[in-house]
């Protein structure tokens, strides 16, 4: 019989010096100092710990965010134990910091993450239903870990509006064929996708931008072209950006080397009038 998770909030010391252990052992980088957690979470911030048979696997880490006269939560961190990944528990995560935020006062939440790591976008954007239209660039300098050595650290940073009709009660966004551009790509050598020259003129409702199904497995075998990937996709989304479309779902395609995200206008989304910019 498998241990059932439990999932609870974290205050004390101790706590958050279990957070830094695993923090450690995930990103294998200096963590987050247990006196900055403990001030953030003893001031308006949130800090949650999934447990397995009463060892810490996994955590979220949020502090508040002021900006433009609107309070927010920041989602610094998540983190899951290398051994207990692809159980879900970053989604139950996620789903129970909504809850506590909800009782804290906030109405929304963001974070970011590599706009071209399509297995966070899934999660984000069309499971938790946040959305994007904000592009960092170079977001925090050249990154040495595994996870971003040898690439610009660009970022999409989402906002996840959790008392919105967009994220509780949901309508799906169908995919008009006839009229959604789709931005083109090509299979280059090895097999891998490659974006051509793209004529950003393009205008639609609905845009289909793609990016890689598998980028760390594209930095592996060629990383110039995923180097070329970082800087065409970051021409196209600022573009789009700057025209009002929003990132709101990322379209998997089976067995194909791209997946496609979903942009459309701000203005079509079930938003409340308080979200709107």
């Not at 196209?236 to 379209?251: C, E, H, K, N, P």
């Amino acid at each position: 019989m498998s241990p059932e998770l439990q999932l609870r909030t974290l205050h004390s010391v101790e706590e958050m010096g279990l957070v830094k252990e695993l923090e450690e052992i995930i990103w294998k980088w200096d963590a987050v100092p247990v006196h900055q957690t403990l001030t953030a979470i003893r001031n308006g911030g949130l800090m949650l710990g999934a447990f397995l048979d009463g060892k810490l696997v996994g955590f979220s880490y949020s502090f508040p965010g002021f900006l433009n006269g609107k309070v927010y939560l920041c989602s610094h961190t998540l983190g899951i134990h290398p051994d207990h990944r692809e159980k879900g528990i970053g989604y139950k995560l996620k789903e129970r910091q909504k809850t506590e935020a909800e009782k804290m006062g906030y109405d929304m939440l963001t974070w970011t993450y590599d706009p071209l790591e399509s297995r966070n976008a899934y999660l984000n954007l069309s499971k938790l239903r946040s959305i994007c239209n904000t592009y960092i660039v170079n977001s925090y300098g050249n990154g040495e870990d595994e996870l971003n050595k040898g690439l610009p650290t660009d970022r999409f940073k989402v906002e996840w509006w959790i008392n919105s009709g967009h994220v509780e009660n949901p309508s799906p966004i169908k995919i008009d064929e006839s009229s959604a551009f789709r931005v083109p790509h090509e299979k280059g050598e090895g097999g891998l996708p490659r974006l051509g020259d793209v004529d950003l003129s393009f205008s639609a409702k609905q845009i289909l931008a793609p990016v890689p199904a598998f980028f760390q497995q594209m930095k592996k075998e060629d990383l110039g072209l995923a180097a070329d990937w970082r800087m065409k996709t970051r021409t196209i989304f600022q573009r789009l950006f700057d025209a009002g479309y929003t990132a709101v779902s990322l379209i998997r395609n089976e067995d194909a080397p791209v997946h496609h995200y979903l942009l459309v206008k701000r203005s079509e989304l079930q938003l409340d009038e308080a979200t709107k910019r």
